[in-house]
């Protein structure tokens, strides 16, 4: 990283922490998510700002890949990702999940966008802007097979299927449907929702199916349909928890020392004084905390690692900073501006996800803007 002068970026020197995304193997497990599926096609889902990695550095990445389907939560989102991806031949599609009730017709229409069409109420919508639009405007059905949370509910579905013609003016491009329980395997839900969305399917025009995210594409080719729609595993995210990862690492956040001490009588560290030390322990300050989404749960449970040793985070998380001990740590690798590992080679994100009692998806999410962000390939 260097700059016009030839020293290091002055945002890499003035962060507190450096957020590493490597958009290389991003692409990597997108062609590891497409050999699992083949040959089905494999979208993208980049909402929450590709779940806080970048949408408009992610989708690019991704549409090198081959990536011509992405799906984002909101309109805004999804005019992000086009904007970012307005050279891409052949142009790619985006969805909203949110629907149609996610923003104004026009500006779906402005910007070659599309909604997931998540009730009846929705398709009403929609098919009216294309009656005013004067042509047929393409849309993806979602159909709730037990999520309970978007989607056309079973009685909507019924009264969709006797009356097709709600569809006017509609194009359907894929009928959806989301799995509540896809991470645990053997979920007796799995089976019941792929069933269900089989029967939709039949009742409905024909049009491809869509069914599996992550974890959906780990339960066999039976829930593939025509499109897959993987969103966490791109980022590193293991979709199999009872097994080992199968995607690559994709993040590395290191933190800076910003002051080291040594503690010579038994005291309390941080906020509350929570954690006693005794006599003889070193303690090093990094400039991470709870405003950069190191999330506040982690306090006295979580571990970084300075090159290949452990060292514990003990006391409270706050705002801007957290505490380790490094007693154990020669002086030498643990000085002021030395770099800590927090998601790293030595511990991924699905492991501090678990130190904070959460999932992968929201440490990824809570990512902070503080960080300088260092982008690797594309
Ligand atoms: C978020 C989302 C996905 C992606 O889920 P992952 O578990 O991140 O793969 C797919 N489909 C729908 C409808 C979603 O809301």
């Keep these: 990283m260097a700059d016009?002068?030839?020293g290091p970026e002055p945002t890499a020197i003035r962060a507190g922490a450096i957020l590493t995304i490597d958009l290389e193997a991003i692409k990597e497990n997108y062609r590891r998510l497409r050999q699992e599926l083949r040959p089905v096609t494999c979208a993208a889902v980049v909402k929450a700002d590709a779940y806080g990695l970048g949408a408009t550095r992610v989708a690019p990445a991704l549409a090198k890949a081959g990536v011509r389907t992405f799906f984002t939560a909101t309109l805004d989102e999804a005019i992000a990702v086009q904007t970012a991806l307005e050279k891409t031949r052949p142009s790619a599609d985006i969805f909203v999940l949110n629907?149609?009730?996610?923003?104004?017709a026009e500006d779906f229409i402005a910007y070659g966008l599309m909604p997931v069409l998540n009730s009846l109420g929705e398709l009403e919508t929609w098919s009216a802007a294309a009656?005013?639009?004067?042509r047929v405007l393409p849309a993806v059905l979602h159909a709730d097979t037990g999520m309970n949370r978007l989607g056309l509910p079973p009685a909507e579905l019924d009264t969709l299927a006797a009356d097709t013609n709600r569809l006017a003016g509609i194009e359907l491009r894929y009928v959806i449907s989301h799995l509540a329980c896809a991470e645990e395997s053997g979920h007796a839900l799995n089976g019941l929702q792929l069933r269900r969305f089989e029967a939709a399917r039949a009742r409905l025009p024909s049009a491809p199916g869509s069914l599996a995210n992550s974890s959906g594409i780990f339960l066999g080719a039976d829930y593939h349909f025509d499109l897959a729609r993987p969103g966490a595993a791109l980022y590193g995210v293991n979709p199999t928890p009872d097994r080992p990862?199968?995607?690559s690492q994709v993040v590395r956040l290191q933190g800076k020392i910003l002051q080291s001490r040594e503690i010579d009588a038994p005291q309390g560290v941080g906020y509350g004084a929570i954690h006693r030390v005794a006599g003889g322990t070193r303690v090093a300050t990094v400039a991470v905390g709870y405003a950069d989404g190191y999330l506040r749960s982690l306090s006295d449970q979580a571990s970084a690692w300075i090159g290949d040793r452990k060292v514990p985070v003990i006391g409270r998380v706050s705002m801007d900073l957290i505490t380790l001990d490094i007693s154990d740590v020669p002086a030498e690798d643990a000085h002021v501006g030395a770099l800590v590992d927090l998601i790293g080679p030595r511990q991924d994100l699905d492991a501090l996800a678990g130190s904070a009692g959460t999932i992968g998806y929201e440490i990824?999410?809570?990512?902070?803007?503080?960080?300088?962000r260092l982008y690797l390939g594309g």
Aim: glycine share 28%; proline share 8%.
């Design 245 to 247: 990862n199968p995607m």
């Design 131 to 134: 009656r005013a639009a004067g």
């Design 364 to 372: 990824l999410t809570a990512l902070g803007a503080r960080y300088h």
């Design 99 to 104: 629907g149609a009730g996610a923003g104004p």
């Design 4 to 6: 016009g002068r030839g």
